[in-house]
């Protein structure tokens, strides 16, 4: 299932199982944690998608690399 988050004017869209949605609201309250966190206000900005896998949200980059993330 695909959602897209919207976070700081930037849409990314969040790829994740049908049955763990709660795991996207995870993510949206994690986001809101970081919003004084201005080194990842930048890095937000290079996000091309998101994996959702289990309560780790895999940010990926438009060079390819990859951020894990802990949801929990």
Known sequence: ???IITYKSQSVPV???AEK???Y???NNKLNEL????????KWKSIKSV?????VAILQYN???K???EVS
């Not at 994996?51 to 309560?55: L, Q, Y």
């Open 25 to 27: 609201q995870r993510l």
């Open 67 to 69: 951020l894990y993330l």
């Open 15 to 17: 790829f994740c199982a």
């Open 35 to 42: 919003e004084f966190d201005f080194a990842f206000r930048k």
């Open 21 to 23: 949605s709660h795991n």
């Open 51 to 55: 994996e959702m896998v289990r309560n």
């Open 1 to 3: 299932m695909v959602k």
């Open 63 to 65: 060079d390819g690399t």
